[in-house]
């Protein structure tokens, strides 16, 4: 249970993952929508489906493919809570964290950036 930007969200999912970015280890692309630059978080969570299934989704992980199951879906949202009975991992980085409740709030500006300049805006994602 838990909710996204104050919609509540009920899911029997066994996997949520929430990107601010597209990439997770090893060159995942579990969150393709997100962006840094977009001011939110792209929330993918994956139904329970079977070990068969979650098998045929591995390799559409490396170019956002898996979207396109009809067991996974992707929103997005910049505030998020989530709590599980019992409670679930928390994993960020490769590290575990803790165990929910969590909750993950997107602060604009909060953070300056130096870097180079792009030739193009970068494009945004909804």
């Not at 949520?16 to 997770?24: P, S, T």
């Not at 989704?57 to 199951?69: F, Q, V």
């Not at 991992?89 to 993950?104: N, S, Y």
């Amino acid at each position: 249970t838990g909710a996204l930007d104050g919609r509540p969200l009920e899911t029997n999912g066994m996997l949520v993952a929430i990107g601010l970015g597209c990439y997770f280890g090893g060159g995942m692309m579990i969150t393709p929508g997100a962006s840094p630059l977009g001011g939110y978080f792209q929330v993918v969570m994956v139904h329970k489906i079977s070990r068969l299934e979650l098998l045929t989704l591995l390799p559409g992980l490396y170019c956002g493919k898996h979207l396109n199951h009809p067991r996974v879906t992707a929103v997005c949202a910049s505030r998020i809570t989530i709590d599980a009975d019992p409670p679930a991992d928390i994993e960020a980085e490769g590290e575990l964290e803790g165990t929910t409740p969590l909750e993950v709030t997107i602060l604009p500006q909060a953070l300056q950036i130096a870097a180079p300049a792009l030739s193009e805006p970068l494009p945004l994602r909804p």
